[in-house]
């Protein structure tokens, strides 16, 4: 089956030739619009719309937007902030980025019509260290926003005032998790929260209730109020709404970002039909579904069972180029579908050595508050990097998934899962790869690059 | 005294045993009462919950309900509520109990958990027990024998880290030890008010260090010693001085203000090697000020007074104890106690002040409070002289009507109980007019000008009770034997006492104790044995209306605080 054409929601204007990223090249472009036919409308009524949509954010875990925002303590008395989530940082994924650099506007329209929609006077968006250029292009879309009082004191003369701040993180991956970017935008260590207590809906910045969205979600909410939540929710598939934007990075002929109605393409169509599949003379190999952290999927298994299509359950036999690429078939094969970054690697690729790159990245980001994510990630990066760079023992393969198997589910942030998944699923499907790495090594060219 | 109100209690089940406990209580101290150990490295009672070390974890559920009509699911199997239990594990001490929570505290999924936590605890720190001053207190070693798994699995290098960092005046940091359990750094803040501990760099590499330009010297540092379950911060004066199993524990009250701390002498063949904290919820909670941990080394101080001296002479007890009564026979006697006695010798010198016909005075010895654990009132004992009737009036820091009494030439005796009566207004001219007996410790000014020196024990030494500012009364124990040549003061006193021909009192604590128990009314049914260590509050009905001079302190608000509180309500 031949895959299904894009569909640019999101990333209608990302490359179009000619627009740029200031606000008359949005204006023009009928931007603003939606805003001015939001905040003549009801909040809750925006609110209803979101949750009809069946909109699920886009940060990674897919958690229902509409639920997320009805969680929000609104009779505390205490203001509620909106935090935008900027702070994208999983590897491979490469979406969030293009939004503010080519279209800021579009994410200024999405946080202001959800700000308005949750009675948000204060709205931060918390921007990765890393991305200075972003920085600077939102806090110039943002003034010219305020220039024509569409950001600021009393918008269109509703007497409704909203403020965007720009806050930039420090480069930490964990400020990507929503307790740690409070910490974080609180000014203080990016320590994640324990919840209980201190749900964002309830006790968030400074103690407020406090919505944390990604700027991809954000974005949505737009198009959600411009046509409304039941039409949104006929783009995609049931449970799985609206378009899904994916990263292909890695061993392909065309890697980049495709956007295409949710739970309508298939793995293998995304990579071999839309990506053109694997480099000359080369064959697919992996494939980690939704972000570095995302359990990796061995081209050549089988994944079966039984899954529900409308009322009916029925059977199951996908081979990895026929999972459907939405949240719930990713998460029902074992994977996610994460923040939509797709790593894909092909036959030329050493597993034991793709992991101690990844783990590399794990271990210098976890914050070390929990004890098992600490030791967890730095004992399992120091046990791959001496596979590749010193001695490799039959038994490392064992000691590695026993290791990673003591972190998930043991920690106060997800993080715990995010640096212990890749070393188990590794583990369990390439198992013989990391036993027999030793002996592969010998057979290795003196002169590889080496590993961080 | 006035009874706690009930608190509302909550029904838990933990390993199958039903038990009710107060509302808010979290599970390691719920299972606490059950005798079940929750091993914790982050968690203190008397700190915000961190939930970091993940030690505690325990497998949990709650009571099962229908979704749809609320209803209790039955479970067939067992005939009772059906209980959901949670497929991983939780944490104990970010776990207050709620009405029907299933606990299991020793399940396999708990000691699969504890097992993997002890594990990476463990492969980072250093294998130094045998030079590090935590073993024999540590909680790594206990948890790690009682909950690890035995061997170890890890080949890789360890983390290298600072290994003698002085984060301040007393306290030496040992960052390759530290758990990270941030223990030390909530304490900072939220219990000295001094937020100057914080980590830098990140992951397994995080370092515990002051924030820049600042340093860990505020006057309650050593109790990040105590609380570190590890020997990451070590006390500067104790490092590597003393094993703590060969230390005797001796329970004790500090002796720098009314607060009247609970603490623990530590002790060996006669040394005093550190004081730690003694918790007591109502006073002290587990916290103690550096300033009274180095007390200590007063009892081996230089210039400690262990000769008898008459008249500039060495002599002995008797001979110099015989020549005391007869200037006390002589009449003109007035009596200088102190509120660093004893509630036992204060009694016994208000029985010497009554048979000799002498005024009691207390010398007042105050500056400004901490409003944590040192109140404004430096001596711990004035209440006892109130209690015990030596002084019916708050002292002053001055003996003003003392002065002018001997300057009129009404007074030619001065008993002073350790107080220096020169720092206490009485001029060297003045002295010169009385005799002066000096019961004391340390030599001062008014011990170069007496007649008689009658050398006594310090607080470590002996026996007895003191009534803080709560007028809890709460006793304290001989840690360390006297030195030669010093006698305890109840032996003197009583002595004294006896000399002036009315009676022989007891010279021992628990003896003397009927006589105080039917002679004092506040103290009356009481008995030194029967007093518990975290002390008892007596009736302060008679004093309401005294003006003391303490502002609020932990646990601990001024009548006037509480009556304008109750006004305000």
Redesign the interface.
């Known amino acids: 089956m031949p895959a299904p054409t894009q569909h640019r929601l999101i990333f209608q204007h990302i490359d179009e030739p000619g627009y740029s990223n200031d606000i008359d090249c949005y204006l023009r472009n009928g931007g603003y619009e939606v805003l001015k036919k939001a905040v003549a409308q009801k909040p809750e009524d925006l609110r209803e719309e979101v949750k009809k949509s069946g909109l699920r954010g886009r940060g990674g875990a897919g958690f229902p937007c509409g639920f997320k925002w009805s969680l929000v303590d609104r009779k505390s008395g205490k203001p509620i902030y909106l935090i935008v989530n900027a702070d994208e940082s999983e590897p491979g994924t490469f979406k969030d980025r293009y939004i503010m650099h080519q279209d800021p506007h579009q994410l200024i329209e999405g946080t202001m019509i959800s700000c308005f929609a949750n009675d948000v006077k204060q709205a931060y968006i918390y921007i990765r260290g890393e991305m200075p250029e972003g920085a600077r292009i939102l806090e110039k879309a943002i003034a010219e926003a305020r220039a024509q009082n569409l950001v600021g004191p009393n918008i269109l003369g509703t007497g409704y005032s909203c403020e965007i701040f720009v806050h930039r993180g420090a480069g930490a991956y964990i400020c990507g998790e929503e307790t740690g970017l409070i910490e974080s935008l609180e000014g203080k260590r990016a320590n994640p929260r324990i919840k209980p207590p201190y749900f964002p809906a309830v006790l968030g910045l400074y103690q407020c209730p406090t919505i944390v969205n990604n700027v991809e979600t954000l974005c949505h909410v737009k198009h959600i109020v411009q046509q409304g939540g039941a039409e949104y929710a006929k783009i995609g598939t049931p449970g799985n709404t609206g378009t899904r934007i994916f990263c292909v990075s890695g061993h392909v002929q065309r890697p980049g970002y495709y956007e295409f109605p949710a739970g309508t393409i298939t793995m293998g169509q995304l990579l071999n039909d839309v990506c053109g599949g694997p480099l000359p003379g080369r064959t697919f190999k992996a494939v980690i579904p939704g972000g570095s952290s995302a359990k990796v999927l061995r081209f050549g298994e089988r994944y079966k069972g039984k899954r529900k299509v409308g009322t009916d359950m029925v059977d199951y036999d996908w081979g990895v180029e026929d999972v459907p690429m939405d949240f719930d078939s990713l998460a029902m094969i074992g994977s996610m579908g994460g923040s939509g970054g797709v790593i894909v690697m092909d036959d030329s690729v050493n597993m034991v050595e793709a992991l101690a790159n990844i783990n590399a990245f794990y271990q210098h980001e976890s914050c070390g508050q929990c004890t098992p994510c600490r030791e967890g990630s730095l004992w399992m990066k120091k046990i791959s990097s001496r596979m590749v760079h010193g001695e490799a023992r039959k038994e490392d393969a064992a000691l590695l998934k026993s290791v990673a198997d003591q972190i998930p589910g043991r920690t106060i942030c997800a993080f715990g899962e995010a640096c212990s998944w890749p070393t188990q699923s590794f583990l369990i499907k390439f198992k013989d790869e990391f036993e027999g790495y030793a002996e592969a090594k010998k057979n290795l060219p003196a002169d590889r690059l080496s590993l961080v | 005294m006035i009874a706690a109100p009930k608190p509302d209690l909550v029904t838990v089940n933990i390993d199958g045993v039903d038990i009710s406990v107060p509302k808010g209580t979290n599970v390691i101290e719920a299972a606490k009462l059950l005798q079940k150990d929750v091993p914790h490295y982050c968690y203190h009672p008397k700190l915000s919950?961190?939930?970091?070390?993940?030690?505690c974890?325990i497998e949990m559920g709650t009571p099962a309900f229908d979704p749809a009509t609320k209803a209790p699911v039955t479970d067939p199997a067992t005939g009772k509520q059906k209980i959901n239990w949670i497929p991983?594990?939780q944490?104990g001490c970010?776990t207050t109990v709620s009405p029907g929570l299933h606990v299991k505290t020793s399940s396999s999924m708990v000691k699969?958990?504890r097992e993997?936590?002890m594990?990476?605890?463990l492969?980072?720190h250093p294998l130094d027990c045998p030079i590090c001053d935590q073993a024999g207190e540590c909680k790594l070693q206990e948890q790690a024998t009682g909950y690890g798994r035995g061997y170890s699995?890890?080949i890789?290098?360890k983390?290298v880290k600072p290994k003698r960092t002085q984060l301040g005046p007393r306290v030496t940091l040992d960052d390759e030890r530290c758990?990270?359990c941030s223990r030390c750094v909530r304490f900072s803040k939220e219990i000295a008010n001094d937020d100057v501990l914080?980590?830098v760099?990140?992951?397994?590499?995080?370092t515990l260090t002051c924030h820049p330009g600042k340093k860990l010297e505020n006057n309650y540092s050593l109790n990040t010693v105590d609380i570190c379950p590890v020997g990451a911060l070590t006390s500067t004066d104790f490092r590597f001085k003393m094993r703590v199993w060969f230390l005797k524990q001796t329970n004790t009250v500090d002796i720098e203000s009314s607060v009247g701390v609970n603490a623990v002498v530590w002790s060996r063949e006669g040394t005093i090697y550190r004081l730690t904290p003694r918790r007591n919820d109502e006073v002290n909670d587990t916290w103690m000020p550096d300033s009274g941990r180095i007390l200590y080394k007063q009892v081996a101080a230089t210039d400690r007074l262990t000769a008898v001296k008459l008249n500039g002479s060495d002599t002995s007890l008797d001979i110099a104890l015989h020549a005391a009564a007869a200037l006390l026979k002589a009449g003109s006697v007035s009596i200088v106690g102190s509120g660093r006695a004893s509630v036992e010798e204060q009694f016994l010198l208000k029985q010497l002040a009554t048979a000799t016909g002498a005024q009691g005075h207390l010398v007042a010895r105050t500056a400004s409070g901490d409003k944590l654990l040192i109140s404004a009132d430096r001596n711990p004992n004035v209440r006892g002289a109130l209690v015990t009737g030596l002084i019916s009036q708050l002292p002053c820091a001055e003996l003003k009507q003392l002065s002018r009494d001997i300057d009129e030439g009404k007074i030619k005796t001065v008993v002073s109980h350790g107080e220096d009566l020169h720092a206490a207004g009485l001029t060297a001219a003045l002295l010169a007019k009385v005799a002066v007996i000096y019961i004391g410790t340390h030599a001062n000014a008014t011990s170069a000008a007496a007649n008689i020196i009658l050398p006594t024990l310090h607080t470590f030494e002996k026996a007895g009770t003191f009534v803080n500012q709560q007028f809890r009364i709460q006793k304290f124990y001989a840690a360390v034997p006297a030195p030669q040549g010093a006698t305890n003061d109840l032996v003197v006193l009583a002595k004294l006492v006896a000399s002036t021909g009315t009676h022989t009192p007891a010279s021992e604590v628990h003896a003397l104790w009927p006589a105080i128990a039917a002679a004092v009314p506040a103290l009356a049914t009481m008995l030194y044995k029967n007093i518990p260590d975290t002390g008892l509050l007596l009736d302060a009905t008679p004093w309401v209306g005294l003006p003391f001079v303490e502002g609020e302190t932990l646990h601990y608000k001024p009548a006037a605080a509480i009556a304008a509180e109750a006004a305000r309500s």
Do not use: K, Q, T
């Open positions: 919950v961190a939930g970091n070390c993940r030690m974890m991983r594990p944490i970010g699969d958990a993997g936590v594990e990476f605890l492969i980072n699995r890890f890789e290098e983390n758990i990270l914080g980590f760099d990140r992951g397994s590499y995080s």
